[in-house]
């Protein structure tokens, strides 16, 4: 599958041509994209499905009478028997559990997708496939493993895709990677409860996290068995208890023998993060 300059094909895409250049805010350029797609995708982060969904932009799709798909990545660090009870609780459909590391579901989310196309029943120009998410949940990595190789930019930093990137599926099959996008009424530097939402699903880096301690307390409130069992600490389910044999553990210690909280907190962080404890 090769990778391709951006630029849409048709009349009725022709309005974003070129829409790297011009330096739109991120939410402004994905409605776009969701505009001018004819199918979307909603990837979510298995581990937190209602977290990691855009209403913002599930409206606006549903509103336009689009088909979305709703992908959940990172099935691999999950119970999946719980989760599709979750998902039949939640009644999203269609929705596909993948993993991009073991590539369980992709030749069933392709099908889908090639599915949901050929239903169109369109001549005229390509299919518009567009892919939105939050960051970090693993849009270009769907697009990778989708297209069979490699062409769309990957990193471990949330918010890595910078630009829009175009990538054919089939002949007649074009997706649409965008950068990951929070709602706008959740972000914020400042509110607690925002921070500690977007850290735990992994929407923010460390980099921009004041108070790893937080999130370790949020995160041992929800998954403290398996944390512990991660880690081989028996703490209780008391973060503070945790973070203290931990350091230890690691040596990551301050002067005068005392646990380095900051360091090993942000340690805890990462490796939830990085999808290393299953949920």
């Keep these: 599958m090769a990778r391709v300059r951006y630029s849409f094909s048709s009349r009725r895409a022709g309005h974003v041509k070129n829409i790297r250049k011009q330096k739109k805010k991120i939410p402004d350029l994905v409605r776009e994209i969701v505009e001018s797609s004819d199918i979307i995708l909603e990837i979510l982060d298995a581990r937190f499905i209602q977290e990691t969904r855009n209403k913002e932009f599930e409206e606006l799709i549903k509103h336009q009478g689009k088909k979305i ?103 007649d099959i074009l997706m649409f990677d965008t950068p990951g996008v929070i709602p706008e009424a959740e972000y914020s530097h400042t509110r607690e409860e925002a921070i500690k939402k977007h850290a735990t699903i992994g929407a923010r880096t460390l980099n921009t996290i004041r108070e790893p301690e937080i999130i370790v307390l949020e995160l041992m409130k929800k998954f403290p068995s398996q944390i512990e069992k991660f880690y081989g600490i028996e703490a209780k389910g008391d973060p503070e208890v945790l973070i203290e044999k931990l350091g230890r553990k690691k040596s990551f210690l301050r002067k005068g023998g005392l646990v380095d909280e900051n360091r090993t907190s942000r340690l805890i962080v990462q490796d939830w993060q990085d999808g290393k404890i299953r949920a």
């Design 69 to 171: 798909i709703y992908v959940l990545n990172k099935s691999d660090v999950v119970d999946t028997e719980f989760k599709i009870q979750e998902i039949g609780l939640l009644g999203i459909s269609p929705c596909i559990l993948v993993s991009c590391k073991t590539r369980r579901g992709v030749s069933k989310l392709r099908n889908r997708i090639k599915i949901e196309a050929k239903k169109l029943n369109r001549t005229d120009r390509e299919i518009q496939v567009g892919i939105i998410g939050y960051p970090n949940t693993g849009k270009s990595s769907i697009i990778n493993v989708l297209s069979g190789g490699a062409p769309a930019r990957t990193g471990a930093e949330a918010g890595f895709t910078k630009g829009v990137q175009k990538i054919r599926l089939s002949s």
